[in-house]
């Protein structure tokens, strides 16, 4: 069954902003991926577990949000430090002349705040447990913050508890820009690597025994935020223009292989011209989207292989990815450089529900 999140009508949605809260192997243009992975130090893993982990080394939330002093889950400063560059990045103030909305998503949410309150609990007396971090630990605890801090009063929804809640948070906001409902829409999502997502992934047997993505996933952590924009919006302000968003799909109850989807098979793998100006950037497992035929004569860029997998936030940033190689003209770990027309970026959720993001260069 297919599930089409958006048709389009008049109204072009473009990316303005970019901000990115990521490991470091993202960092340069045509580097080699890290080989073996390398092993999470932020905190002692499970005798006998894997040690594979993606961190954000020096994530520096008092250095890129100085006037927050209180405490703040891990998941809520990669979305802040995120949005902040973001929002820098398209050239918007805040609090904003006009409201800007906010579409957030995560998988796993605020665990590391969840478990320092719940430790309190069971370690002592259950009326010391801090009820600050209680309140820090909530899926939308990451969104509430974000218009807190931003000043972002249009509209807003929160996704989250499952992979592709960063793409849901997408599409929600190209729905808003499209009807009319927002002119600005600040939209990404966030998960963190902390002991308690690590032991999580672990026990539904997720994780790699041997740092190499044939047997398992290797965790990662970040926060990727875009700004989406109506294009006449962004035409007013005089803002550069990363890419057109043109079409946003989430395709549902899929088997664990593409290549045997069925009907909707034609239409995921269908582009209007393929050739050296289009690029694909995969999250998929394995050997996708090669071995199942998607796309079969496009370069492709598997980030997932500088970056680990981040969750709700992998989809979103292969979005990312995308539109600065159309901006930029130069494909992030492709090599590719020069006339880049096109991309697509897709996600995958092991339940059976694969989204696909098409983008363009701006005319």
């Known amino acids: ?49 894997p040690a594979w982990g993606f961190e954000v080394l020096d994530l520096g939330l008092e250095r890129e949000l100085p006037n927050i002093k209180t405490f703040v889950d891990r998941t809520s400063a990669l979305a802040l430090v995120a949005a902040k560059r973001a929002l820098a990045d398209a050239g918007l103030s805040w ?28 370690a002592t007396n259950p009326k010391f447990a801090p009820p600050l971090t209680f309140t820090h630990a909530y899926a939308n605890s990451p969104s509430s913050l974000l218009c807190i801090e931003f000043g972002l ?7 989250s508890g499952e992979p592709l809640a960063g793409l849901e948070a997408l599409a929600f906001a190209f729905d808003q820009l499209v009807l009319g409902g927002a002119e600005i829409i600040l939209a990404g999502a966030s998960d963190s690597l902390t002991p308690a997502a690590h032991r999580h992934l672990c026990a539904t047997g997720r994780l790699s025994r041997s740092g190499r993505w044939e047997d398992g996933l290797i965790p990662g952590e970040g926060g990727v935020m875009l700004v989406l924009e109506n294009k006449e919006s962004a035409r007013k302000r005089g803002a550069k223009i990363y890419a057109v968003l043109e079409d946003l799909e989430l395709f549902t109850g899929w088997p664990a292989k593409p290549a045997i989807c069925g009907q909707d098979f034609d239409k995921l793998s269908r582009t209007d011209a393929r050739g050296p100006g289009e690029l694909l950037f995969s999250s998929l497992p394995g050997g ?13 860029c598997n980030f997932k292989l500088y970056a680990g997998d981040m969750l709700a936030a992998t989809p979103v940033l292969g979005v990312a990815l995308a539109a600065q190689a159309l901006r930029l003209g130069a494909a992030f770990a492709t090599g590719l450089r020069g006339d880049l027309r096109s991309a697509v970026a897709l996600g995958y959720d092991p339940s059976g529900t694969l989204g696909m993001v098409r983008l363009k260069r701006d005319a």
Do not use: H
Not at 153 to 159: D, K, V
Not at 289 to 296: D, N
């Open 1 to 49: 069954m297919k599930g089409p999140t958006i048709a389009n009508n008049d109204c072009q949605v473009v990316i303005t902003g970019v901000g990115l809260a990521a490991p470091e192997p993202l960092s340069a243009l045509g580097a080699a991926p890290p080989s073996p992975p390398p092993e999470i130090t932020a905190f002692e893993v499970p005798e006998g577990t």
């Open 153 to 159: 009063r249009g509209s807003a929804a929160t996704f």
């Open 288 to 300: 996708w989207p090669e071995e199942a035929g998607l796309f079969p004569e496009m370069p492709v």
């Open 95 to 122: 609090p904003p002349p006009s409201a800007i909305g906010c579409a957030y998503g995560t998988m796993l949410g605020c665990l590391e705040a969840m478990s320092i309150f719940w430790n309190k609990v069971k």
